[in-house]
DNA sequence: CTGAAAGCGCTTACAG
DNA sequence: CTGAAAGCGCTTACAG
């Protein structure tokens, strides 16, 4: 339409007749402008389509408006309902969300984490790792702002947002206690390694109070995969005295103990149920669908942008947080 | 560890006796630098772990590094994938990528491109979409370069990555044809509407090369979910001369016509085969396990950050490119 | 092969 | 309530 170069704050000066001090102020609030002078100035934002140029503006105030979350698997499902919930609240404050991936496997973060802190990132969402305290450190010490997921608070270490685990998995197991399930196998991911080892607490915990045994060979670990599961359900299905439900740390274990149930014959719920944890999309795809609890992915981003968000307009550091999201049951037809 | 304020070209220029023009250029490698200074200062740059601010340098290079995708679905795992293939190159590249959610209901579109534009994002990868040629100019009149996925080269309107998906469902029909399958119905979404549309046109094209009937009454048009699948089957099974084959225009569509099936009492693929398209995971998950075309999204995805990384690159505009990626057979139990 | 200096487009003390 | 001007940290003609 219009020729050549882009509109800058000079362009809006001169056409409403103020400074360009005046737009700018216009255009952040920080001082009082006369109605007159605002109304004009706006109308002519307005109609020659001015946006400050992003750079320019970082320059100034060393900030990129942008937010940074990092995952170990950016096509895990789970991941990406994260990565919706910050972009849902960042964009609706006018800022950018970058999502990168670090797999597990080598060391990938800290040169992601380096990344962004190079990129001046705002504000960073690490997903739950085996990220050391310093790849952390060097976070809050280059001055982003930083929002752990899962885990606890601790010092120097930024916020922290996550689920809860243990209390959804204790749900789970009451679920099945309620329709009449007392021999309860538990099917890991491996033994100590999140997000495995708070569910399993939960499972420990539930039968402690339903006063159910916690039996050694009821519990297998394996991997946090279908295979996994298959292995795992081959091992407690075998059992001295077999179980009566499998309780399994994630969907997809969850789905291969459905393949070796029904490879053995077992009607399931009716021989046993199985459980899972998560809700990802297949949980309801596959047959029987899955009964598991669901993890609040999505409030789990918005919760950790808000939180961000929150720290950035902070003058003075405030005290450290830890945001706890509820679970929910969902009750399907595998147990 | 070190105290206060982050290092700048400045203090790498005075540490090594240089001129910050010299530091620049060693960075950039924009004009020859002796090897003995050249090594001097990047022996300072490393020591003090220096890194060029991007606001700063956006603001002289009129460009920030940032590579944007826009996709109706961010959680829809044929669109991470290609998200994740772009990442892997535009990292390699230095540059970030942003990935912005637009949803197809509603005017989100055109509010997200201007946010984009605006934050002079320097390339931008569009989905497939209802996109107007408005929208897209707005980029490319912006000074951004655009790919967009799937359609056809069009002047004014950037470059193209796409998938051969009529080539794929031919490869699909004639895998049906070779297995003795000759009454072969299909399930589309919603007539007209990509990717249904292309999918058919190869189911037809095939057909028609191996001398098959394609009969109106075999072909369904519902939506591209479960659900759609389900009622799709319930029409094409019940036709007067029902399919020994169904063939589904996604894997979504695939899994509800297996509900059908199976409810309805066939055994797949003894009685009837039923295939998906896009190998999303649950086709593999599914029992029986789906037989699809697996969809290339990663390699979409690295083609247009490639593209686009090129073109940014360029001196002079150069001729438009269109990339058709190959697709691939994935053939499992149902089909 | 190297440097001094202008300037990218904003925001924000400082001044009135 | 408003403006003139400094300066954020780079890159790049221009000059030698």
Redesign the interface.
Known sequence: ?SGGG?IKINDVASAAGVSVTTVSHVLSGRRPVSAATRARVEDVIERLGY?A???????RTQR?HTLGLVVPD??N?FN??I??GM?EIA?AHDY??????APMDGPHLPAVIR?LV???IDGIVVGRYGATRSDLERIV???SKLVRLGGHLEPGLGDVVRAAETEGMCDLVNHLVGRGYGRIAFIGGAPGVEPGQERFLGYRQALETAGLPVADELVAWTGFT?EGGRLGARTVLNARTPPDAVVCANDLIA?GAL?TA?AAGYRVPDDVAITGYDDI??AS???PALTTVLNPAREIGSSAARLLLDRLDETSPGTAREIVLAHRLMPRESA
């Open positions: 339409m882009r946006q140029d992003p750079s320019a503006r970082g320059l990129t950016i096509t499902p990406t309902a990565a919706a972009q964009l950018l969300t970058v999502v990168c991936e990344q190079a990129r001046r010490t280059s001055g279908r789905i393949d029904r999309e297949a795809l596959v047959s």
